[in-house]
């Protein structure tokens, strides 16, 4: 008699994949399905999830959907006649039980449009590299790119299936996202990296597509950023100058010093309290985004703040109001010279009369370029060199050096200058005398 057990996935993740694993005469297949839960929550002895109060928000639902998948499972085996059922046909199951396509219904949908669609929205399901599972943020981007593609095809009264997918199409859409969309080179490479797994999850999943996808030649482009930082000087500068007390330009200041001594982004750093601050003196929390855990020691200016402010941090404002003040303090302390770099600009208006806003390089005044991300840069920049990469990275949150070296800002003299102090540092009382 056919039986249907579940399992969570081995790890010590709590946010987890559950497992079900069918077993027959001749038969013992095991397949992850799309149902995470929280390991804490797990009963084993009964195979569904336990009856505590934390589990109140999903318990009935996942635990209805795994008696589901099981019935699902034991009443269509004896339906598959001659077959012998693998790890695909359970596979199928599961999507049936989800109310998504089959895996072989997905040959069907030879259109890269609909695959891609259909790849997003399974995302939710999947995990990154770390074993996490995909985030949010993800999946839209995902949509995003079906919809710039849909755009795209809408234009050109096309659709462009999977086995089209060639170089042509390649060069054509780079080319509609520069020139009608708008985009930036970084931008345009995050576009083509989606289409490219888009078209490798087909290809994995044996649905026929152009092999041009396997080639360098269809590449996602990128371009070197000239976003500015602030050096320690800029930070003295910006600390030190005279400003009404406790305004909002002060305000503003505030949490942009701190946010050059801390690394942090700003969906971290608007929200800081005192509770923030362990026992050490240090910053700790876990990062909005990443979901790591981050210590930070209080440089000599963000302590000086606190105790300006009696041991609190500047009142908390949105971003967009945050972004906006940085610029006009920089403008007011005179952060004026002629910078390359990328800013928002108001491009084009949508069907319904919608700004569309693009980043448009060029040369501007500096205090036109700085935006809340400059914090970030500017911690990074600051301690590349006196500190090893792994430990600034620590306090960033950046998961790779690829990732992390892309925010450090250095000019060639800057390079230089530091080598030259470097040496004079370790050389400055020897004589080096050319022997006779």
Known sequence: MATVNFKLAKGKADLTKVYIRLRDSGIDLEVPTHILVQRSHWNQNKQQVRNVAASDSYRE??????????????????????????KDWLKD????????????????????????????????????????????????????TVNKLEAF????????????????????????????????ANTIGGQIANIKAFLRHAFVNKVPVHPAFLSQEFNAPSAKTNDPYFNVNDLKTIFNHK????????????????????????????????????????????????????????????????????????RSLSDQKYNDYIKELCQEIGFDEPCKGGKMVDVNKDQKGKAIWRKISGIYPKYE??????????????????LDNLTIMKITGHKSEAQFLKYIKLTPKEHADRLAAKWKELYEKETFERAA
């Open 369 to 386: 370029l700085i935006t809340s991300h400059i914090g970030r840069r500017s911690f990074a920049t600051n301690h590349y060199g006196l």
């Open 61 to 86: 639902k996942v635990n209805k959907k795994l008696s589901d998948i099981a019935k699902k499972a034991i009443d269509e085996l004896p339906n598959i006649g001659n077959k012998f059922p693998d």
């Open 153 to 184: 095809e809408k234009l050109y009264k096309t659709k462009i299936a999977l086995l089209e997918a060639d170089f042509s199409f390649h060069r054509q859409f780079v080319q509609y996202l520069r020139k009608v969309e708008k985009l930036g």
């Open 243 to 314: 400003l009404p007390k406790d305004g909002y330009l002060d305000n503003a200041r505030d949490w942009l010093v701190i946010s050059c001594w801390t690394g942090l982004r700003v969906s971290d750093l608007l929200h800081l309290t005192p509770k923030d601050i362990n026992k050490f003196g240090f910053i700790d929390i876990c990062a909005v985004k990443t979901g790591i855990d981050v210590a930070i020691p209080l440089h000599p200016m963000v302590k000086d703040i606190l105790a300006k402010r009696d041991g609190q941090f500047p």
């Open 93 to 144: 199951i599961l999507l049936e039980c989800e109310g998504k396509p089959k895996r072989s219904a997905l040959k069907e949908h030879v259109y890269l449009g609909d695959y891609g669609r259909i790849y997003a929205e399974e995302s939710v399901h999947r995990f990154n590299k770390q074993g996490e599972p995909i985030s949010e943020r993800t999946t839209l981007d995902y949509h995003n």
